[in-house]
């Protein structure tokens, strides 16, 4: 790895891990549904504009088709969707913290699920991760932390893990922001309906609001996206995603810095030993580069590694 992948990575790492932070904000005055139905449809608009404007096609191939339905449906509609409603509920702190937590149960599904036999690293990172997430949701249900709320963000992070399974390298072969846009269509379609059924609270139009609107979509979808594309693309994929063990602190420090979010003694030890189990998960996949074989699949626009 190079500085200037190492520079990439660090940068979405830091942008990945804000969005939570700024989706607080916006849930804080407005309802969290029509909020993220309307971000994935400005979203998915610019992003199909851009991608036609590179030469990009309508033209997807059937695994294609079935990676944008899917993703659209799982990461954007129920991941995303219920992030945002549970962080009505838990603080962004917490979000981010149960959301860096996906590259973890994805390797535990690719093992119980698909057979993959994880190298012994792997297994030590595994019940290293997950020991430091229950031993953060423990301390904060003990502290008053509402119970809902993990539980929504539990079932987001599940069904992006489901999903990321069941496309896998299904987003290779071109076109990959005209896919990235489409998604971001069929995600704000699956959510404007509960969103038009939902009871829709008082709408403060604030600039608070607006600027946390407008960096959700910029900065920590469309760019974040972008960048990490590139940075698949430059290093492969699991390379990168080594960088997802930066995500837990990241997220945690950028809530404390901008919410003012109390940063607990549990939580501190906890993030570490998750980001010590992530890291050593990633570093398990790595290969010799002389059995490199081939540029690695494409990742989901959230950074779900597929292999």
């Not at 489901?162 to 072969?173: H, P």
């Not at 404007?192 to 407008?214: E, G, Q």
Request: aromatic share 8%; hydrophobic share 60%; glycine share 10%.
């Amino acid at each position: 790895m190079d500085l200037r992948s190492i520079v990439m990575g660090l940068a979405f790492a830091l942008m990945w891990s804000s969005a939570f932070t700024s989706a607080r904000i916006i849930v804080a005055e407005t309802s969290p549904l029509a909020a993220s139905a309307v971000r994935f449809l400005v979203a998915g608009l610019i992003a199909v504009a851009i991608a036609r404007a590179r030469g990009q096609n309508w033209r997807l191939s059937r695994p294609q088709l079935r990676a944008t339905i899917i993703f659209g449906l799982c990461q954007n509609a129920l991941y995303l969707g219920l992030f945002f409603v549970a962080m009505q509920r838990i603080e962004a702190s917490l979000a981010s913290i149960l959301a860096s937590s996906m590259p973890l149960v994805v390797a535990l599904a690719a093992w119980a699920v698909f057979g993959e036999r994880p190298r012994p690293l792997a297994v030590a990172g595994l019940a290293a991760g997950i020991g430091g997430v229950i031993l953060i949701m423990g301390s904060r249900l003990g502290g008053g932390a509402d119970p809902a709320g993990i539980g929504y963000c539990v079932i987001g992070v599940l069904a992006l893990a489901a999903a990321t399974l069941s496309v896998r390298g299904a987003t290779s072969g071109g076109n990959v922001l005209m896919i990235v846009g489409l998604q971001m269509l069929v995600g704000a379609a699956a959510l404007a309906v509960p969103a038009l059924i939902a009871p829709f609270p008082p709408l403060h139009l604030t600039p608070r609001l607006v600027a946390a609107f407008l960096y959700t979509v910029f900065v920590a979808g469309l760019a974040a996206t972008f960048l990490w594309f590139v940075l698949v693309n430059r290093i492969g994929a699991t390379r990168a995603a080594t960088f997802h063990f930066l995500n837990p602190a990241f997220g945690v420090a950028i809530a404390w810095a901008v919410l003012g979010e109390p940063v607990h003694p549990t939580d501190m030890v906890g993030v570490a030993i998750i980001a010590a189990g992530i890291l050593a998960v990633q570093l398990s996949k790595q290969r010799p580069a002389a059995q490199a074989a081939g540029p690695a699949p494409v990742l989901s626009s959230r950074g779900v590694p597929r292999s």
